[in-house]
């Protein structure tokens, strides 16, 4: 097979130029009377990973309800406001034209592969929300309100954890198998599971990096499948420090020579809540010279924080920089859902997660801890 050196070469030098460009070229545009005329229109920018975002330009329609803007900024999710009609989210990858119209109420868009795929996931979201998590949700609140055994209730938190985990695994599938390189596969980005099909998302993140060069977007979604290489069972575990209930600075690398459970929590999650309770057990029953918990609370607020510890008689190590959602503690674990735990051994390295209930007392049993 004859090779083209001047085939290869240009698109060498088209995809360095691609890659070593930091912004992007995209165009929303609207037809005569797609949108109301002389409405404001707003575009703020989403930051996945910190969940928040900025507003980074605003224009009015014409009188004709035609609207078209020429953006430079970078690749990206966008959500994009028309006056009193619903938000829309934007999945927009450079080179691409999004043509806008306001349909019964609602405004949609055509153009871009990304946010089609993107509003296609959101849907499936909340459909298998709808079908494997809710349902355990009503049964834990009718449980409650018919005061139902702790046991009883143990056991549908317990079941619903388990749904959420399920309904995880399969949003990775749909990334897996519609996402590809689009930037729907960063806007989809916050609930990807690193635990399941890991080397799959790796691939597709490298596509997306030749697709998209090196942006934000790019640099997220690798720095996400970093993370999850370095919480993956066998790993050593990224060390964590922070300030306690009592403002001392306490690190998980003090505690190296015992296991470890460090668990991540928040005082408004019920299921962690719940397991509070079996940790207070639990603590009096394990080995205290071999085993500890060392816990990562995700509270915003101090005195929720500090309530909870009391009422849950939560004796044990705590830490919180009291950011969040937004807290780097986190994200180091990759931590995007609670509850969530790492079983760490004596030497640091993870060994099981997010074990909980009887399985996490059977598994300190078999090492010899209870």
């Given at each position: 097979m004859r090779i083209n050196r001047n085939s290869i070469l240009a698109a060498l030098i088209a995809f360095a130029a691609l890659a070593s460009s930091a912004r992007a070229d995209f165009q929303i545009v609207a037809a005569p009377s797609a949108l109301p005329p002389s409405a404001t229109v707003t575009l703020a920018r989403h930051d996945v990973d910190q969940r928040a975002t900025r507003q980074v330009l605003s224009a009015q329609t014409e009188a004709d309800g035609s609207f078209s803007l020429q953006s430079t900024e970078e690749a990206g999710i966008f959500v994009l406001t028309v006056e009193t009609a619903p938000k829309l989210t934007l999945a927009v990858a450079d080179g691409e034209t999004v043509e806008l119209a306001l349909e019964q109420g609602n405004l949609q868009?055509?153009?871009?592969?990304?946010?089609?795929?993107?509003?296609?996931?959101?849907?499936?979201?909340?459909?298998?929300?709808?079908?494997?998590?809710?349902?355990?949700?009503?049964?834990?609140?009718?449980?409650?309100?018919?005061?139902?055994?702790?046991?009883?209730i143990e056991k549908l938190t317990q079941a619903e954890v388990d749904a959420y985990q399920e309904h995880l695994k399969e949003l990775n599938d749909f990334v897996i198998q519609n996402a590809g390189p689009t930037m729907a596969l960063y806007g989809s980005s916050l609930r990807l599971d690193g635990d399941y099909r890991l080397p799959e998302l790796a691939k597709l993140v490298d596509s997306?990096?030749?697709?998209?060069?090196?942006?934000?977007?790019?640099?997220?979604?690798?720095?996400?499948?970093?993370?999850?290489?370095?919480?993956?069972?066998?790993?050593?575990?990224?060390?964590?420090?922070?300030?306690?209930?009592?403002?001392?600075?306490?690190?998980?690398?003090?505690?190296?020579?015992?296991?470890?459970?460090?668990?991540?929590?928040?005082?408004?999650?019920?299921?962690?809540?719940?397991?509070?309770?079996?940790?207070?057990?639990?603590?009096?029953?394990?080995d205290s010279d071999r085993f500890t918990i060392f816990a990562v609370n995700l509270d915003t607020n101090e005195k929720a924080w500090s309530r909870a510890v009391a009422r849950d008689q939560a004796d044990w190590i705590h830490v919180s920089d009291l950011q969040g959602w937004t807290s780097p503690l986190a994200a180091k674990y990759g931590v995007s859902a609670l509850p969530a735990s790492f079983l760490l051994d004596p030497d640091g390295r993870i060994i099981a997660k997010n074990l909980r209930g009887t399985a996490l007392d059977q598994k300190l049993s078999e090492l010899g801890l209870l």
């Open positions: 868009a055509k153009g871009s592969p990304g946010t089609e795929i993107l509003q296609a996931y959101e849907s499936f979201r909340k459909e298998s929300l709808a079908r494997l998590v809710y349902p355990t949700r009503n049964d834990i609140r009718n449980a409650k309100s018919r005061n139902a055994t702790e046991q009883e997306f990096a030749q697709r998209h060069g090196d942006i934000e977007a790019t640099r997220s979604l690798k720095n996400r499948i970093q993370i999850a290489r370095n919480v993956a069972l066998g790993s050593l575990a990224p060390e964590l420090a922070a300030a306690n209930l009592d403002g001392e600075n306490a690190s998980l690398s003090q505690h190296r020579g015992r296991y470890v459970l460090v668990d991540f929590w928040a005082s408004w999650c019920p299921p962690c809540r719940l397991e509070n309770k079996h940790y207070a057990q639990l603590v009096q029953q394990a």
